[in-house]
């Protein structure tokens, strides 16, 4: 009897995780065609404003939908050689998605996070469950999970045909995997579709007691570029959000980035 239950929970976790396959598409030729002008504009950049032209481009691949940790990687580079700490920051932290365990993308985000990145986020209770997630990228937590399941569904079969009831713990573990899957993968979309981080990206930002101009600010002095922070709510273009040292106050919606 349990082991019948593994065509049905498979089928639920390929339903489930079946938006992440799209991933793997290939990039069409005017993304490449973008993408190699992008790499040109840096090779033969300048100035900052070069930087800013090619991560400009990247931002173009992005727009359409193209988004890859290669395209993060290189625009937070752009960001980075045109002095936009906070911009680089946001590319890097989204490019982690893609490349978790990169160390070229460690060092730069590193470099670009400079003092502060000695301070860490302190991650929600779920975030804690889902810790270890972050070691995969989201087509690695696919193949493993269409993986599990396909091994779990001939396991199952397997159960049927030979009454083993090690075969039948072995499809249960199989199971457990695809589900334990699902659920990160439907937590790793909720968090991409609702981010709850954020870096300042202009030069200072003033953090208020109110959504308004008019209210009195929050800190002696502004945050500056590359400052991180969890965000809370919004209120029309204003958003709540909480700083590293736990105050919490508004800032305008066109100085910071969520991620």
């Not at 973008?34 to 900052?48: E, I, M, P």
């Not at 159960?159 to 713990?169: H, Q, Y």
């Not at 709510?233 to 980035?257: A, M, P």
Request: proline share 3%; aromatic share 10%.
């Amino acid at each position: 009897m349990r082991s019948t239950l593994a065509i049905p929970m498979f089928a639920l976790a390929a339903a489930l995780l079946a938006p992440l396959s799209g991933c793997s598409r290939s990039a069409d030729p005017e993304t490449l065609l973008l993408f190699s002008v992008a790499q040109r504009t840096v090779d033969n950049a300048k100035s900052q404003d070069d930087y800013l032209i090619a991560a400009g481009i990247y931002q173009q691949i992005l727009d359409r939908g193209d988004v890859s940790g290669a395209v993060l990687y290189n625009q937070g580079n752009a960001f980075l050689h045109a002095g936009k700490r906070g911009q680089a920051i946001a590319a890097y932290r989204q490019a982690k998605r893609y490349w978790p365990r990169s160390s070229f993308l460690d060092a730069n985000l590193a470099a670009a996070l400079g003092a502060e990145s000695r301070e860490r986020f302190r991650p929600s209770c779920v975030g804690r469950m889902f810790s270890w997630q972050g070691w995969l990228s989201d087509m690695e937590l696919f193949r493993i999970a269409t993986g599990a399941g396909v091994v779990t569904l001939a396991l199952g079969l397997m159960r049927l045909r030979l009454r083993s009831r090690a075969i039948g713990w072995l499809a249960l573990t199989g199971l457990a995997v695809v589900v334990l899957c699902s659920l990160s993968a439907g937590y790793r979309w909720y968090c991409c579709k609702h981010p709850a981080c954020g870096v300042v990206i202009s030069p200072e930002a003033v953090v208020r007691q109110g959504a308004a101009e008019s209210c009195a600010p929050v800190l002696a002095k502004p945050i500056h570029d590359g400052t991180e922070f969890w965000f809370l709510k919004r209120r029309g273009d204003w958003l709540r959000i909480r700083l590293w040292q736990g105050q919490e106050g508004w800032v305008k919606q066109d100085s910071i980035r969520l991620y």
